[in-house]
């Protein structure tokens, strides 16, 4: 319980160390607090990102500023918010370079976040805090991968680490591979100081490597040029990004792989996180096993990732971008699938078949009676595709 000194004031310093510490027990290898107040500098972002169209049709906490930025929104009697960060880098898991190697040639790059459901870890840690304010009269809330809360900014006003010019929170010698988890508390902690000064300094190797050029400006984001986000958005994929899309099935790593903090803290000895290790990494899936499983399959091995109104067939999309990127021609399988793909039913699938068979330069496969306009949109542009 919290103490009271002798004047009625509430002593929060050694009730929030108590809740810290617990938090790290439970397995956070990070963990800090801040207030309940309105997250101005996150509102003011998301407005100006979505005023010159940024965002791109991005939902999440892009959908309700009023709400993502204010914690009071989910929990009327909010004085503070604990945040908590579960590491997902190799070094943290005990996941070996070896064990995330490509077994099969036509597969699929996944990104590290999703290698294993980390956010299970993470909301049993959360909980086990939630559970102690809760049974000490407080109300709690907690929120893990939920488009109620910006975490990023509430681990940036927490003092756990500053915003990298790739918009990540960079953690000081640990770097950016961390799932993000709050806990909105009526319980009066004490709260953080200030935030952690910028560690990047000069470097831009996040700006210069991503594959897309989205990060316009330190820390500013395009969404209509993030492959991270185009393998989610539903509908036509960008004609413009499908080449750089290369292998990616679901995320881009790229601008976390280059950063100095993160690929230092991953060349550090095994952490302590043994709960997840004995689960095999999927860091890599199989394009034909995507593209020749039925929607159920899909769903029950893929539906921990975000797949827009629970539809397989975006996955299918990608899977084609990605068979057109890496596919070998002269392959019999590649030629069955293309075969198989160019004749779909759905003629959204059928138009990503045209531009994969074009780029492995099967045109012969290719229906160019095909009436439908998503596909007629593709076969007009067929003598531009490299």
């Not at 800090?32 to 996150?42: D, P």
């Not at 960060?85 to 190697?101: E, G, M, P, R, V």
């Not at 629970?310 to 068979?323: E, G, M, Q, S, T």
């Not at 699938?337 to 068979?357: G, N, S, T």
Request: proline content about 3%; hydrophobic content about 40%; charged content about 25%.
């Amino acid at each position: 319980m919290q103490l009271a000194d002798e004047s009625g004031s509430t002593d929060n310093s050694n009730y929030t160390t108590q809740i810290l510490n617990l938090g790290r027990q439970a397995g956070l290898d990070h963990v800090g607090v801040a207030s309940a107040e309105v997250l101005v500098r996150a509102r003011q972002a998301i407005n100006e990102r979505k005023s010159q169209d940024l965002h791109n049709q991005m939902q999440f906490t892009f959908r309700n500023p009023e709400r993502s930025t204010d914690p009071t929104k989910t929990l009327p009697s909010a004085k503070s918010v604990i945040v908590g960060a579960f590491s997902y880098s190799s070094s943290s898991s005990n996941f070996s370079n070896q064990s995330a190697t490509k077994e099969i040639d036509l597969s699929a790059r996944v990104a590290k976040y999703v290698w294993s459901d980390y956010y299970v870890q993470l909301r049993e840690s959360l909980g086990k805090v939630a559970q102690k304010l809760k049974s000490d009269g407080h109300r709690a809330v907690v929120l893990a991968d939920d488009n109620a809360i910006v975490d990023r900014e509430v681990a940036y006003q927490a003092g756990l680490g500053w915003f990298g010019k790739n918009s990540n929170l960079l953690i000081s010698g640990a770097g950016s591979y961390f799932v993000l988890g709050c806990i909105i508390t009526s319980a009066d902690l004490a709260v953080a100081t200030q935030p952690v000064e910028d560690g990047c300094g000069a470097c831009r190797r996040c700006i210069d490597n991503c594959p897309t050029e989205a990060i316009v400006a330190p820390g500013v984001i395009d969404a209509n040029k993030c492959l991270a986000w185009l393998l989610q958005k539903p509908g036509v994929f960008d004609r413009n990004f499908r080449v750089a899309l290369g292998d990616r099935i679901y995320g881009c790593d790229d601008c976390q792989e280059v950063c100095p903090p993160t690929v230092r803290y991953e060349k550090k000895s095994a952490g302590s996180n043994v709960s997840i290790t004995s689960k095999k990494p999927k860091a890599w899936v199989s394009v034909a096993k995507i593209l020749t499983s039925d929607d159920a399959s899909l769903l029950a091995e893929f539906g921990v990732w975000y797949i827009s109104d629970r539809d397989p067939k975006w996955l299918r999309r990608n899977a084609l971008i990605i068979l057109g990127n890496i596919g070998d021609a002269s392959n019999g399988i590649v030629i069955d699938l293309m075969k198989r793909y160019l004749r779909h039913p759905d003629a959204m699938l059928r138009a990503h078949a045209v531009w994969a068979a074009a780029r492995l330069g099967l045109n012969d496969l290719i229906d160019k009676n095909d009436v439908d306009e998503l596909v007629r949109a593709e076969l007009a542009v067929l003598p531009s595709v490299k």
